[in-house]
């Protein structure tokens, strides 16, 4: 579809990875729309890959970001120039509080799953490692593991339902963090108020761009912070139904590379 505003310099995109740009789990972009995001950034349009991906997973995407962009990992919680090889705002938990929030998540659900992401990669409790195998992770105790501020603190339990383990973690741990989704059965925690919108904001800031020059792409609830804020908020066909219901434009699904080619049209106008 055809938006109604032109892209020029003094924009910026903003969009999410995987269901939005690339499929799930993808590590690949598609020929199309890697295309087409060379195209943006030779217009001098950045282009901030804004995902609840930590870096890692990022990194096979690295040469598709362009000289002017940047990722936004983590949902919000890490800010790394990709093309530079610099990292940006790091915004973590530190661990005493981290520790007493988690603590609460274990009470509430003692068979909770919990692991912990920092900016050099994943540590793992036994339980989370031996649901989900993450070989050479540094396995322990949550407290010997939570030395430093964590970017994420990840919740799993496979003995509730997706939403119901949604509804008990968000209720147990109240302001104290912010919790999202992105994939049903995993939970991720973050420290109070960082968001993608969150990070986003402070990198436009420094830009000297306003929100409405902004324009986001999404598909799960961890977008929509990011969605909100941003002055053209686009969906796509496939999105989760609250972020349809937020979003200004729906746009055609990851499946038939939806946000390439709504910035394909953008550059055409």
Known sequence: MTLPLRLSPGMLIATDLDGTLVPKDSMTVPPFTARVLRDVDEAGVPVVFTTGRPLRWVEPLREHIGAHGIAIVSNGAFTYDLHTDRAGRVHGIDPASGLEVAGRITRALPSAQLALEFPDGIRVTPEFARASQRD?????????????PAIKLLVRDASVDGDELRDVVTAVVGEDATVTWSIPGLIEISAPGITKAHALQALCAERGIDASGVVAFGDMPNDIPMLAWAGTACAVDNAHESVRRIADHVIPSVHDEGVAHTLAALLAA
């Open 136 to 148: 050479g992770a540094p396995c322990g105790d949550l407290p010997s593991l939570w030395t430093e």
